[in-house]
């Protein structure tokens, strides 16, 4: 039987990212060096991922190694595997993370670009082998290279975004950004340890079939909520809720949907942050094709005041989001 060899050829990103650094005047050579340092990182933590499991077998009975350490968990270890990257990379002068209290200055008072990250977002699914993912956000610092960092470099709109993406953890491991000019998808070939083209220039269906909601706390819903959720009901669409923002977004990007954390009675702001959850996803949402709002207000346009902001985050394909939106101007 002659079977031919399949070799995983196609455009690598770093590739990708060099071509388009030539074919778009945005990119100085920082930002593009910045997109392969938040890659080779997402590898590194993709590795963590994977062999998860092992760690805890591998590791001693109780909470700490041989060293005497605290055992990290994942999340914390892909922080630090991020800010560690990001810092020696040169490119960023400022690191917001879910994981950290206040802003990491990387002591690169040169650096162009402050990054918010969540390093690990799904956080109840890490134990339990379901996809998680990463989500970070670019922007250009506003002050004078070389200067402290400022509050108004932090303190940004999603619109001054110069790159979001995000990593998903799944069933295979893929890298989704845009710098503004479309998006574009790239999967993990792990013999090779390189991301691979795979899903050039993806557009969200502007509408769907899917929305994904956590119903569990519906009893905490506003009316406007439950009637959407009727809404939903009523046409038949499916419930898919894998409780990963990352993986059901992805999932709705490529299927078509709508993912929504709402203000509920005890979070009136809804659980998700502004800096580093919604505003990476709206961003990508948009140059897709699809929409996000917090019901009211277009995502990348709230005016972040605090580091962990929060906000409802309405997103996925553009009429969805759009009805879902009238149902919550509507109001009870
Ligand atoms: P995390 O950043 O602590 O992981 O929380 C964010 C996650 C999202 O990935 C997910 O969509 C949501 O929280 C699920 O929350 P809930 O369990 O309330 O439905
Ligand atoms: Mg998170």
Redesign the pocket.
Known sequence: MSEKLSLPIGTTLSRFIRERQEQFTYASGELSQLLRDISVAAKVVNREVNRAGLTNILGKHGAQNVQGEEQQKLDVIANNLFIKSLSNGGEVCAIIS?EDENITDTQNPHGKYVIAM?P?????NIDVNVSI?TIFSIYRRQSPVGSPVQESDIFQKGTEQVGAGYTLYGSSTMLVYTTGHGVNGFTLEPSLGEFLLSHPDMKIPTKGKIFSI?E??AVDFGQAVKNYVSDCKKNKFKGR??????A?FHRNLLKGGI?V?PSTKSAPNG???LLY?CNALAFIAEQAGGKSSNGIQRTLEIEPTELHQRCPLYIGSKEMVERAESFIMAGE
């Open positions: 879910e969540d690990l977002d799904g956080s109840s993912g956590n569990g706390s809720y894998i409780g990963s923002l990352v059901d993912y954390y659980k998700l942050r959850e």
